[in-house]
């Protein structure tokens, strides 16, 4: 099984109105399919936030260098899997699948 990086991005926002943008990645049907990522995780970040509920710009750039660096250790001998990507409203949240025998922790 090949890992894509492909992704799609839809805008949506919180209840109080602020922006969150949701990204997704596509092409997982063959892992989904094998019945290996059984479970799911989410890594929170708060962040400050601008008017519109997105990081400010140097909170952005370490929340993307951080982020790489998670694909990057937890795909690497497949781990586990970054399938979505929520930010907005003060968090980012990073949501991996992972198989249950491996652990994640």
């Known amino acids: 099984m090949k890992l ?13 109105g602020q922006l969150i943008t949701v990204m997704g990645r596509g092409s ?7 019945g290996k990522l059984k479970e799911r995780v989410e890594i929170t970040w708060k962040y400050e936030a ?28 497949k781990l586990a899997i970054l399938t979505s990507v929520y930010t907005g409203g003060g968090e980012k949240n990073l949501g991996f699948l992972y198989p249950y025998r491996t652990g994640f922790w």
């Open 50 to 77: 601008d008017e519109k509920g997105m990081p400010v710009e140097d909170i952005a750039e370490k929340i993307e260098v951080v982020q790489e660096a998670l694909r990057k250790a937890m795909e690497k001998d």
């Open 28 to 34: 997982l049907g063959e892992f989904m399919q094998s």
């Open 4 to 16: 894509s990086n492909e992704w799609f991005t839809a805008l949506s926002q919180s209840d109080n």
